[in-house]
């Protein structure tokens, strides 16, 4: 899940420069707090539990949610949206079986996004960015492609689908796939220089089950799925997993 840092609160004074409207307009959607069952790291080298924002807010033009980040609409027309955007990249702590590898920086993403959303319930777009804030072999270039549909369950529960594929360039995917020579005899995986391409397909399913007048119980699971270099990466061979879950849940509180 999204989680809130310096960077993000610069992204957002820099986005209400350039959309200075905002201010006058109220904040809208859903906030609030839950937990995470998780990966540790895109490896899937070990699971853990980890405290998370729930975030799904409007001002104006300018919106911050859980997946998104901080965006901007800076173009709107007959359904479509484009605009930038930043949102926090995690980085990886290099203990347990990791041990001997490289640490790798929390990260900003920036970039730019388009998207198609007819309607409320359903949405299709795409991202392209570009890791900042960490050391020069970890900042490389990385983007989704997905989409979302949201349907009625009854007794006021919302349902959501969504399927995003994930992709980046060679720095990135080494970042948290490659192996350097120093790093295999450090740490006994085998010697591994990661490509480009697509990294990852990831399925999730979410609801919304109504507590009480604004408040709301937010569940959802993800399956993961690794392709492409990423799977082949020895560090996964050997100690983490291609397919990989997290689930998340939370109570939100809805802004009128």
């Known amino acids: 899940m999204f989680k809130v840092t310096s960077a993000v609160f610069a992204g957002l004074l820099g986005l209400w420069g350039f959309s200075s409207p905002v201010l006058a307009e109220a904040i809208t959607g859903e906030a609030g707090a839950g937990i995470s069952y998780q990966p540790h790291d895109p490896t899937g080298s070990r699971y853990e539990t980890r405290p998370v924002p729930y975030l799904d807010l409007d001002w104006g033009d300018v919106s911050l949610s859980t997946d998104d980040g901080l965006t901007w609409s800076a173009l709107k027309t007959h359904g479509f949206t484009a605009g930038p955007y930043i949102n926090y990249l995690q980085g990886r702590t290099s203990n347990g079986s990791l041990q001997g590898l490289r640490n790798v920086s929390d990260m900003a993403e920036v970039g730019g996004f388009i998207q198609y959303a007819p309607v409320d319930f359903w949405r299709v777009y ?131």
């Open 126 to 256: 795409a991202q392209l960015g570009q890791a900042v804030g960490g050391g020069h072999s970890q900042s490389g270039a990385l983007g989704k492609i997905g989409g979302e549909l949201g349907y009625p369950l009854g007794g006021g529960i919302i349902g959501s689908s969504g399927l995003v594929a994930h992709f980046a360039d060679a720095r990135q995917t080494q970042t948290f796939f490659g192996v350097d020579n120093n790093e295999a005899a450090a740490t006994g995986f085998k010697a591994y220089n990661a490509s480009g391409g697509f990294q990852n397909l990831t399925l999730t399913q979410s609801f919304e089950f109504p507590l009480a007048p604004h408040w709301s119980l937010l569940t959802s699971a993800s399956w993961v799925h690794l392709v492409g270099s990423a799977s082949n990466s020895s560090i996964v061979k050997q100690t983490g997993d291609v397919n990989q879950g997290q689930v998340q849940t939370a109570i939100s509180y809805k802004f009128d």
